[in-house]
């Protein structure tokens, strides 16, 4: 028994440090691929915890702003290919890298506990700015950044849209049917030990980390759900939840192909129609 529980508790160590330490994402595209592109780097401070954030302020035709927010263990790089298309709208668009990813500071990635800091401490800044429109900030995110998006913007009324793609309806849920993708070890019996420990080394609570118990507060703002039905790592359920949980006006899409966060690769000229169609008549 012994042997065993050192064993649970050096393999929970490892898979922890994995959760809450990610490794580097790299992508087939950088800001050399969007020449047209004109991003000001800027940063600020995340509320609370001070955490130094990086982002990158797109400045677009119109004073309309959308908020990106990354995926768990990627950067705000991720998020070019939609910058491009939203900018070419005409949005202003900011993307920033959450805590412990590319140039941000932070401890670690805390799976949404404190990830909803780093977008309303976006919010706030961007709000500093004398040109934009501070009634017209509208936010998407994918996987985690849907997730992260959802809880800020379920109590914070400067944010007036939400796209939540891929998002996950519960911390809990998603590390039980995601653990073996994102950690590399089995669910059982190593995941509870992992989450406990990380929950112990980040110093936060996963389980209260919901955004279908939040989201029905978005109302009477407009929210928008994608998820590819192909989806293995975040399961299309989390967005059923998500969807019955909300309230009017909401929208659902399901995509018939494609895994996670697949819908702007397998689906682009009808995902870009779709959300800026959504921001354009949100942010009008």
């Known amino acids: 028994a012994g042997s065993l529980a050192v064993l649970l508790g050096v393999t929970g160590w490892i898979g922890s440090e994995r959760a809450i330490h990610p490794g580097v994402k ?19 401070e995340s509320r609370r915890t001070s955490t130094r954030i990086n982002g990158s302020f797109f ?3 119109r004073p309309a702003t959308v908020i990106l927010s990354h995926g ?15 900018h070419s709208a005409g949005f202003t668009v900011f993307t920033y890298d959450m805590r412990n990813r590319g140039r941000s500071g932070g401890q670690a990635v805390t799976l949404g506990a404190l990830e909803p800091l780093d977008l309303i401490s976006a919010v706030d800044y961007l709000i500093t700015r004398g040109d934009l429109d501070h009634d017209k900030i509208g936010a998407l995110g994918v996987s985690l950044g849907g997730s992260t998006t959802i809880l800020p913007a379920a109590d914070d009324l400067r944010i007036k849209a939400v796209v939540d793609d891929s998002g996950f309806s519960d911390a809990p849920g ?17 995941a ?4 406990a420990i990380s929950e112990f080394r980040a110093g936060v609570d996963l389980k209260r980390v919901r955004p279908v118990d939040a989201v029905w507060r978005i109302s009477p703002r407009p929210l928008f759900i994608i998820h590819c039905m192909g989806d293995k790592f975040v399961p299309p359920t989390h967005s059923e939840r998500i969807f019955a949980a909300a309230k009017d006006p909401k929208q659902i899409w399901w995509i018939p192909i494609g895994g996670h966060m697949d819908g702007h690769v397998v689906a682009r000229a009808d995902y870009e129609h779709r959300v800026v169609n959504f921001f354009d008549s949100a942010l009008r």
């Open 26 to 44: 790299h992508y087939s595209w950088g800001p050399a691929d969007y020449p047209d592109l004109h991003p000001q780097e800027v940063s600020f």
């Open 72 to 86: 768990y263990g990627d950067t705000q790089e991720q998020m070019l290919p939609y910058v491009e298309f939203l």
């Open 192 to 195: 509870p030990v992992t989450v």
């Open 174 to 190: 998603v590390i039980a049917s995601s653990f073996e993708h994102f950690i590399g070890l089995p669910a059982f019996p190593f």
């Open 59 to 61: 400045p677009g035709r």
